[in-house]
């Protein structure tokens, strides 16, 4: 079975910097990018950005330009999403998700990672 | 950036209604457009995608149609458990966007 697990969430203090870690597993890591996005509470769903699984394409949303690092480690499966110089803004709950069945939509889900910015 | 608008924000409907839920893209995104679910304390769960796809293990009685820059999500007979809210996305090009979701709720 196709599963994206991340890590326990964090606190941390506004300036700082999370490091959010989502392990895949059932499917070819590398032939499928993944997807960062985030839900303030009680709010929508936020594209971050997006890695291609070989570390060699990247998109992220222009708003989180400058902040934010999406990489890989393959020999491990695990995709890692860094945040920087973290506001009370970011309070979320991230999520990893990836498109399994090359449709372009996110089949698969992690499931959340709850990050808390407080001084 | 692509804007997403769904229509209307909160809905409340019987057991057996049929429910029509609108999404609005800004401009043309072709049928590069997926429906999610979402229940509390959940992550969101893909319905459709490429408009009109039915995803694998997804009742029937969920259909999406639409093109270019109006589509629809409809719950031919709404059942108890159909009660969450439900987000439009479009990835015809960067940066993804969702609308700012539906809430479906059980009268």
């Known amino acids: 079975q196709t599963h994206l697990v991340q890590s326990e969430g964090e606190v941390k203090k506004p300036g700082a910097s999370v490091k959010v870690s989502c392990k895949a597993s059932g499917y070819s890591f590398t032939s499928h990018g993944v997807n960062w996005v985030r839900q303030a509470p009680g709010e929508g769903l936020e594209w971050m950005g997006w890695?291609?699984?070989?570390?060699?394409?990247?998109s992220y949303a222009q708003k989180f330009q400058g902040r934010i690092s999406v990489t890989t480690e393959t020999s491990t499966s695990t995709v890692y999403m860094e945040l920087r110089r973290l506001t009370s803004d970011d309070t979320a709950i991230y999520y990893c998700?990836?498109?399994?069945?090359?449709?372009?939509?996110?089949?698969?889900w992690g499931q959340g990672t709850v990050v808390t910015v407080s001084s | 950036d692509i804007q997403m608008t769904q229509s209307p924000s909160t809905l409340s409907a019987s057991v057996g209604d049929r429910v029509t839920i609108t999404c609005r893209a800004s401009q043309s995104i072709s049928n590069w457009l997926a429906w999610y679910q979402q229940k509390p304390g959940k992550a969101p769960n893909l319905l459709m995608y490429?408009?009109?796809r039915l995803n694998r293990g997804v009742p029937s009685t969920f259909s999406g149609s639409g093109s270019g820059t109006e589509f629809t999500l409809t719950i031919s007979s709404l059942h108890p458990d159909d009660s969450a809210t439900y987000y439009c996305q479009q990835y015809n090009r960067y940066p993804v966007t969702f609308g700012q979701g539906t809430k479906v709720e059980i009268k």
């Open positions: 998700a990836v498109d399994t069945g090359d449709h372009g939509a996110f089949d698969i």
């Open positions: 890695n291609n699984g070989n570390n060699d394409i990247r």
């Open positions: 490429k408009a009109s």
